[in-house]
């Protein structure tokens, strides 16, 4: 499938904001499951967040809730993931990827077509 693209990340000091976007590429009428990901230097690669586009159900891992938000624009074919309140231990590689919908889009296992990813980093 074709890899999705990240773009958004950068550098920030604590309780700053960003906006991951991630652009995904539609197959006749299949609606995804989309996942962000995050990968720290030393640490697996952990979900941090996903949504069904097709009703617009969202995840979120317990460190980032009420602090993260993921949405689509349909139209676009795009996921974004706002990052509020952001903390040095949220400084990590952010991928984004997709599986389809057969899965349980809130469990990190079958996800694939990895982007490149996007630097977030958070200075204290």
């Known amino acids: 499938q074709v890899p999705l693209v990240e773009s958004g990340g950068g550098s920030v000091q604590a309780g700053g904001s960003l906006r991951l976007s991630c652009v995904w590429s539609?197959?006749?009428?299949?609606?995804?499951?989309i996942a962000w990901f995050r990968e720290a230097p030393g640490k697996e690669r952990d979900m941090v967040a996903a949504?069904?586009?097709?009703?617009?159900?969202?995840f979120y891992v317990d460190s980032v809730k009420g602090r993260f938000t993921v949405s689509q624009d349909a139209v676009k074919n795009t996921i974004y993931l706002q990052m509020n309140s952001l903390k040095p231990d949220d400084t990590a590689m952010y991928y984004c990827?997709?599986?389809?919908?057969?899965?349980?889009?809130?469990?990190?296992?079958?996800?694939?077509?990895w982007g490149q990813g996007t630097q977030v980093t958070v200075s204290s």
């Open positions: 990827a997709r599986k389809s919908a057969f899965y349980p889009c809130g469990v990190r296992s079958n996800y694939g077509s």
């Open positions: 539609q197959f006749s009428y299949e609606r995804p499951c």
């Open positions: 949504i069904e586009t097709r009703d617009g159900t969202t």
